[in-house]
C-alpha cells in the first residue's frame, strides 16, 4: 500500500514538473536577450489546449501514428521511475536496472521516428533519419558513461551507481554526459527548438504531422526526458543520495535548475551548428566519457 | 513414450515424408508436424527438468564402420527446439507460400529437401561419434544448398547457392581435419566430454573457422547476404532462424566438451565484436529487404559470440560468475533470434508474395493492405531491435550484466569486455536505425509502385506461423524466468561446474517490469485511441509544404534514410553507384543506382579467387587435346621418372 502511494506520489513528482523546465530554459533565453519571454508555465497551457483539441490526421497514417507517441510517453515514464531521486532511490531498482533504462529510452526513440514516418512526409523522414543516426553517438557515449560509474562504483543497479561517491572523472563525465543531454533532447548546437525552417529540423521535423492529444504526449514525454537526463547528470556529479532527506531534495533540486540555465545560456551564446559537424562534437562527449572510464579503471581502487 | 522412442517417431515420419511428400502435400506437413511435435516432446521435458538430464543409446549397428552412438543432453535439446519449432512453422508457411499451384516443379522438390535437412539437422544434434556426425552435416549441407536453389530459373539463385555450397565446404574441410585429428589423438571416433586431453586444446581454431563458416561468423560469412537473400523466403528463414544455429552449437559443443587454448575467449569475442557492428553497418545500408535482414543476422551471430566469448573468457579467469551471465545470455539469444528472425523473413516473403517486390525503394504503404503483416513485422522490429519489453532486450541485458559485472571487477578481463559492451550499445542503436528504416518504408507512407498498391494480406497458412512465432517474442518478453530453467540446464551441459538452478533474482524482477510496462502501454494507447476519437478526427492530405501536387516518390526513401550513415562510412562499405543523369531538353530518362556489396566478399574473397581461377585457366591449357603434344607429355614424364629412379640407383 505504502509503495503503491509512494510509486503514486513520485509519478506525479515526474509529470508535473517535467514540463517547467522548457519554461525555464525559454525564461532565461528571454532574460539574455533583454526580452520579457513567455511565462514559465507556458508550456502547461500549451499541454492543456492540446488535449482539447480536436486531431488531424494523414490519409496515409495508420494506427501506429496514435501508438507510437503513446508507447513513447509510456517507455520515458518508466525510464523516470527507475531514476533514483537523491535519498528517495529509485521506485524499483534491480541490478542491472540502468540497461533498461537506456533501453526505454531507445524504445522511446524507435516509437517516436516509426511515427514520423507514418505520413509519407518527407520532412518526417529526414527528421527520423537524423535522430535515429546521430543516436547511434550519443548512445554509445551513454553506454560509456554507464560503464565509467558502475567501474567506479563496482556496481550496476542505478541507485548505488549514482549515490556512491565523486570519482575523479565526475567533471569529464559531467561534460560529456552534457553533451548527450543536448543531443539527446534536441537542444542548440544540435538542432533548434525553435527553427521555422523545416529542411533543418530534427525533432520538430518528426513531430511537424501531429496534433491534438498524441502532439501533447509528444510534447510532454520530451520534457520528461529532459528532466530525466537534468537529473542524471546532477546525481552524477553531486552524492545526492548520501545527504539527509531534505539536505538532499534541495541540492537536486537546485543542480537541476542550474543544469536547466545552462541549457538556456548555450543556447542562448552559440547557434546551431551545421548537421555534418554534429557527429564530431557526439564523439568528442564519446571521448569525454571515455576518458572518465579510464580514470575510473586506473584511478581511485 | 521414452526420449528414445520419440526421437526414433520423429525420424520415422521425417524420412517417411521425404519419401512420399514430393507427392502427397498434406500428408507431408502433418508428418514433420509429428515430426516437430515430438522432437519437441523429446526435448522440452529435459529442458524443463522433468525427463532424465541426458538421454544415450549405443547400438553394435555400425555405420561406415563405426558403431552407432547418439546422445542428447540439455545443450543440444535447447536447438532442437529451434530445429522443431521453426521448422514446423516454416512447413506450414511453405504450403501455402511455395504451393503446388503456384510452382508445380519446384514445390514437391523443396518438400523433399526440407524434411532432408530437418532430419540432418537433428541428427548433428544427436550424433555422438565424429564420422556420423560429419555424415550428418554434410547432408544437412547438400539439402540447404538444393532449398536455396529451388528457384533454379533465377540466375542469383544459383550464383548464391553455388557460393554457399563453396563456402561450405571451405569449412566442411576444416571439419574432416578436426574430427579426424580427435580421432587420431584418442583413437576412436566417438566423441564426449573428453576436458582432461589437454594436447587436444589447439584443435579448437580448426571448430571456430570450420563451424563459423556455417555459423555466419564475421569475416567468414560472405555467403550468407546473398543465399539469404535469394532462397525462397520459407528457407531464408530457416537458414537464418535454424541452419546457422548448428554453427553455433559446433562450437558450442565442443568447446565444452573439449578443452580449448587460452586465447579463445579474446577470439571469440573478437569476432563477435566485429560481426555485431559491420553486419549491422552493413545491414543498414541496404535496400534490398532481404538481404538486410540477412547482415542482420550476421549482426546477431556477433551478440551470441560475445556472449560466448565472454564465458570463455570467465571460465579462463577462475570461473568468474560473469561469465555465467554471459553465456545465460547468448544462450538466450540463439532462441531469440531464431524466433524474431524467422518471423521477419515471414514478413519479408508475404511482402514478396503479394507483390513480387523485396527492392524496398518500390514498396510502401503496405499495411493498408496488410495490415496483420505490419503489424508482426513491427513487433519483429522491436524484438531484434533488442528493446523492452520482448526477448531481443532480455537476452541482450543478460550478455550486458555479463559485461558490466566483468568491467565493474576491475579485473584483467575487464579492458577486453568494456569494448565489447561498448560496441554492443552501437551495434544496438544502429539495430534500431535499421528497422525503423525497414519496418517504415516498407509498410508506412504511401505505394512506390503500382505492385505495392496492389499488395494484398496473405492466408491463414502464412500467418498462422508468424503468430506463433510473434507470441513466442512476447512470451520470452514479459516472463523470462519462465525460460531460465531450459538455460541454466544448458549452461550446466556446456560445463557442469558451474550449475545453477535458481534464476537470478533481477531477471525475475525484469520480467515484472516488462510485463507491467506492456500492460500500461496497451492502457495508454487505448487511452489516447479513445481521446482521440472523442476530441474529433479529421483525416487530411499529408502537409507538404504547400505544394499542390505531392506524389508517392516524394517520400524518404531507405537509401536516404541511410545517407547520414553511409557518409560516416564510405571507405568501409566500398559502395557503387551507377548514375545517369537527365539530358537535353527532352530529357528521356534518368538512373540512381546504389549497392553495397559485401565487403569481404568483393575485396578479400574474389581476388583470391580470381588468382586461382587465372591460375587454373592457364594450367588448362595444357588440355588442348592434340595427340602428338600428349605424346611429347608421356615421353617427357616417363623421362623424369627414369632420371630419377637412376639418380636413387646411383645413391
New interface residues.
Given amino acids: 500500500m505504502i509503495i503503491a502511494l509512494e510509486s503514486a506520489v513520485r509519478l506525479a513528482v515526474w509529470l508535473l514538473l517535467a514540463p517547467l523546465l522548457p519554461g525555464v530554459i525559454n525564461k532565461v533565453k528571454a532574460w539574455v536577450a533583454g526580452r520579457r519571454g513567455p511565462p514559465v508555465l507556458q508550456l502547461y497551457f500549451d499541454l492543456a489546449r492540446l488535449?482539447?483539441?480536436?486531431?488531424?490526421?494523414?490519409?496515409?497514417a495508420?494506427?501506429?501514428f496514435?501508438?507510437g507517441?503513446?508507447?513513447a510517453?509510456?517507455?520515458l515514464a518508466?525510464a523516470a521511475m527507475l531514476m533514483p531521486l537523491g535519498p528517495a532511490g529509485g521506485a524499483?531498482s534491480?541490478?542491472?536496472d540502468v540497461?533498461?533504462l537506456?533501453?526505454?529510452l531507445?524504445?522511446a526513440?524507435?516509437c517516436t521516428?516509426?511515427a514520423a514516418?507514418?505520413?509519407?512526409?518527407?520532412?518526417?523522414?529526414?527528421g527520423?533519419?537524423?535522430e535515429?543516426?546521430?543516436?547511434?553517438l550519443s548512445?554509445?557515449a551513454?553506454?560509456?558513461a554507464?560503464?565509467a560509474l558502475?567501474?567506479q562504483?563496482?556496481?550496476?543497479t542505478l541507485s548505488e551507481m549514482l549515490s556512491l561517491s565523486v570519482g575523479s572523472g565526475a567533471m569529464l563525465l559531467a561534460a560529456g554526459l552534457f553533451g548527450v543531454l543536448l543531443a539527446e533532447n534536441c537542444r542548440v548546437p544540435f538542432d533548434d527548438p525553435n527553427t521555422h525552417l523545416?529542411l533543418t529540423m530534427v525533432h520538430e521535423a518528426m513531430v511537424?504531422?501531429h496534433s491534438?492529444?498524441?502532439f501533447a504526449?509528444i510534447l510532454h514525454g520530451a520534457s520528461i526526458k529532459l528532466l530525466l537526463f537534468a537529473v542524471l547528470l546532477s546525481q552524477v556529479v553531486l552524492p545526492v543520495g548520501k545527504l539527509s532527506p531534505l539536505a538532499g531534495t534541495a541540492t537536486l533540486a537546485g543542480a537541476v535548475l542550474a543544469v536547466t540555465v545552462c541549457v538556456g545560456l548555450v543556447e542562448s551564446l552559440t547557434a546551431r551548428m551545421a548537421?555534418?559537424r554534429v557527429?564530431l562534437i557526439l564523439t568528442a562527449s564519446f571521448l569525454l566519457c571515455l576518458f572518465a572510464?579510464l580514470l575510473a579503471?586506473k584511478g581511485g581502487a | 513414450m521414452t526420449t528414445g522412442e520419440l526421437l526414433l517417431g520423429a525420424a520415422l515420419c521425417l524420412v517417411l515424408g521425404a519419401a512420399l511428400g514430393p507427392w502427397f502435400p498434406r500428408l507431408w506437413l502433418a508428418l514433420l508436424l509429428a515430426a516437430a511435435t515430438g522432437a519437441l516432446g523429446a526435448a522440452l521435458p529435459m529442458l524443463a527438468g522433468a525427463g532424465p538430464p541426458e538421454w544415450e543409446w549405443r547400438s553394435a549397428f555400425a555405420v561406415g564402420g563405426e558403431p552407432v552412438h547418439l546422445r542428447l543432453d540439455s545443450l543440444s535439446a535447447l536447438f532442437l527446439v529451434i530445429v522443431s519449432f521453426v521448422g514446423g512453422a516454416s512447413a506450414v508457411y511453405s504450403s501455402e507460400y511455395w504451393s503446388d499451384d503456384t510452382r508445380p516443379v519446384s514445390a514437391p522438390a523443396g518438400r523433399l529437401w526440407m524434411s532432408s535437412m530437418l532430419v540432418a539437422m537433428g541428427l548433428v544434434l544427436v550424433a555422438s561419434n565424429g564420422l556420423h556426425f560429419l555424415i550428418a552435416w554434410e547432408l544437412f549441407t547438400v539439402s540447404a544448398y538444393f532449398l536455396i536453389t529451388l528457384e533454379r530459373e533465377s540466375r542469383a539463385a544459383r550464383s548464391a547457392g553455388w557460393l554457399y555450397l563453396a563456402a561450405s565446404h571451405g569449412g566442411a574441410v576444416l571439419l574432416l581435419g578436426f574430427f579426424a585429428a580427435i580421432a587420431a589423438r584418442t583413437g576412436s571416433w566417438d566423441l564426449g566430454p573428453m576436458r582432461d586431453h589437454r594436447d587436444l586444446a589447439p584443435l579448437f581454431w580448426l571448430a571456430l573457422f570450420g563451424f563459423g563458416v556455417k555459423g555466419g561468423v564475421f569475416p567468414v560469412h560472405v555467403w550468407l547476404p546473398s543465399a539469404h537473400a535469394n532462397a525462397p523466403s520459407h528457407v531464408s528463414a530457416l537458414m537464418s532462424g535454424v541452419a546457422i544455429n548448428m554453427g553455433i552449437y559446433g562450437m558450442m559443443r565442443f568447446s565444452g566438451w573439449l578443452p580449448v587454448p587460452a586465447a579463445a575467449g579474446w577470439a571469440v569475442l573478437g569476432l563477435g565484436a566485429a560481426g555485431a557492428l559491420l553486419g549491422i553497418a552493413l545491414a543498414f545500408l541496404q535496400s534490398d529487404l532481404k538481404r538486410l535482414l540477412a547482415y542482420c543476422t550476421v549482426e546477431n551471430v556477433g551478440i551470441i559470440l560475445i556472449g560466448f566469448g565472454g564465458a570463455l573468457v570467465g571460465v579462463s579467469h577462475g570461473d568468474a560468475p560473469w561469465g555465467r551471465l554471459a553465456l545465460a545470455g547468448a544462450l538466450l539469444h540463439v532462441w531469440n533470434h531464431s524466433l524474431f528472425k524467422s518471423l521477419l523473413f515471414f514478413g519479408a516473403g508475404s511482402v514478396l508474395h503479394a507483390t513480387g517486390k523485396r527492392e524496398m525503394s518500390q514498396l510502401g504503404g503496405l499495411w493498408r493492405s496488410m495490415p496483420w503483416t505490419a503489424g508482426l513485422f513491427a513487433l519483429g522490429a522491436v524484438a531484434v531491435s533488442g528493446l523492452p519489453p520482448l526477448n531481443g532486450f532480455v537476452s541482450e541485458w543478460l550478455v550486458y550484466l555479463g559485461l558490466f559485472d566483468a568491467a565493474a571487477s576491475r579485473g584483467s578481463a575487464a579492458w577486453m569486455l568494456m569494448p565489447a559492451a561498448i560496441v554492443m550499445g552501437m551495434s544496438g542503436a544502429l539495430a534500431l536505425a535499421t528497422f525503423v528504416k525497414a519496418g517504415a518504408t516498407v509498410f508506412l507512407g504511401a505505394g512506390r509502385s503500382k505492385a505495392a498498391d496492389d499488395g494484398r494480406e496473405c492466408g491463414m497458412r502464412m500467418l498462422g506461423p508468424m503468430f506463433a512465432l510473434g507470441s513466442a517474442c512476447l512470451a520470452v518478453g514479459l516472463a523470462p524466468v519462465l525460460f531460465w530453467p531450459a538455460i541454466s540446464r544448458s549452461i550446466e551441459a556446456w560445463r557442469p561446474e558451474w550449475a545453477v538452478s535458481e534464476a537470478p533474482a533481477p531477471i525475475i524482477t525484469l520480467g515484472w517490469v516488462q510485463a507491467a510496462l506492456a500492460a500500461v502501454a496497451c492502457v495508454a494507447v487505448a487511452w489516447l485511441w479513445r481521446k482521440r476519437a472523442r476530441n474529433g478526427l479529421r483525416r487530411a492530405p499529408t502537409w507538404g509544404c504547400a505544394y499542390s501536387a505531392p506524389t508517392a516518390r516524394m517520400q524518404y526513401t531507405g537509401g536516404s534514410f541511410s545517407g547520414i550513415v553511409a557518409s560516416w562510412v564510405p571507405r568501409i562499405s566500398g559502395f557503387s553507384r551507377i548514375l545517369r543523369r537527365p539530358r537535353g531538353p527532352f530529357p528521356s530518362g534518368a538512373t540512381w543506382i546504389e549497392e553495397f556489396p559485401d565487403t569481404v566478399l568483393s575485396y578479400a574473397i574474389e581476388p583470391m579467387a580470381a588468382i586461382v581461377l587465372r591460375v587454373s585457366a592457364a594450367t588448362r591449357r595444357l588440355q588442348h587435346g592434340r595427340l602428338q603434344f600428349y605424346v611429347v607429355y608421356l615421353l617427357s614424364g616417363l623421362a623424369v621418372v627414369a632420371i630419377l629412379v637412376w639418380i636413387g640407383v646411383k645413391q
Fill in positions: 488535449w482539447r483539441k480536436s486531431v488531424v490526421m494523414s490519409t496515409l495508420s494506427p501506429g496514435v501508438a507517441p503513446a508507447i510517453w509510456v517507455a518508466g524499483i534491480f541490478k542491472g540497461l533498461l537506456v533501453y526505454l531507445a524504445l526513440r524507435f521516428a516509426w514516418l507514418e505520413t509519407g512526409s518527407a520532412f518526417g523522414g529526414m527520423a533519419a537524423r535515429v543516426s546521430f543516436a547511434v548512445e554509445v551513454l553506454i560509456t554507464v560503464l558502475s567501474v562504483t563496482g556496481n550496476i523545416e511537424l504531422d491534438g492529444p498524441p504526449v548537421f555534418r557527429p572510464l579503471l
